[in-house]
């Protein structure tokens, strides 16, 4: 495993933790008090959590099965509706979207808003700093 990638996702991690807790509206993690460790392990630790909920529909191991929901391994950066075996929507297969993470996060806040008449049943995430989250820790997982 090549760890230089990592230290990189983390630190920007770490940064963009830093910009979304002084504006957002939600209890932040005490950010001037934490060591920088200390705050990303609790950042990592939350998008853990938060990803529980998305567990139940995806994995994210290379060699993992589809359930309800594709494996999400490398999806940043990926074409949508690439995996051979997975049934998706036909709209999602004709949205012509590849997986940024502003792309990630607009379909995290609201897939049906982003591309009508997909099947996915989750509704979305408001909360920015909660989607920068998950998106971060599916990111450190979905890599090599």
Same mark, same amino acid.
């Given at each position: 495993?090549?760890?230089? !990638? @990592?230290?990189? #996702?983390?630190? &920007? ?5 830093? $910009? ?13 008090? *934490? ?5 990303? *392990? *609790?950042? &990592? #630790? ?5 990803? $529980? ?21 490398? %999806?940043?950066?990926?074409?949508? *509706? ?5 049934? /998706?929507? +036909?709209?999602? #297969? ?7 993470? +502003?792309? &990630? ?5 609201? !897939? ?15 909360? $920015?700093? +909660?989607?920068?989250? &998950?998106?971060? /820790? %599916? @990111? ?5």
């Amino acid at each position: 495993m090549n760890c230089a !990638p @990592r230290s990189a #996702q983390v630190a &920007l991690l770490f940064s963009n933790l830093l $910009a979304c807790t002084a504006s957002a509206n939600t209890p932040a993690l005490a950010v001037a008090s *934490a060591p920088p460790q200390e705050l990303v *392990a *609790a950042a &990592l #630790q939350t998008g853990k959590r938060l990803f $529980a909920n998305c567990n139940a529909c995806h994995t994210l191991g290379a060699n993992e099965d589809d359930r309800v929901g594709p494996n999400l391994w490398k %999806i940043f950066g990926a074409r949508v *509706a690439v995996r051979p075996d997975f049934a /998706y929507s +036909e709209a999602l #297969q004709k949205s012509g979207i590849n997986w940024t993470e +502003e792309m &990630l996060d607009k379909w995290i806040t609201n !897939p049906a808003a982003l591309v009508p008449g997909n099947s996915m049943a989750f509704v979305g995430m408001s909360n $920015a700093l +909660e989607r920068k989250l &998950l998106l971060a /820790y %599916i @990111r450190l997982r979905t890599r090599d």
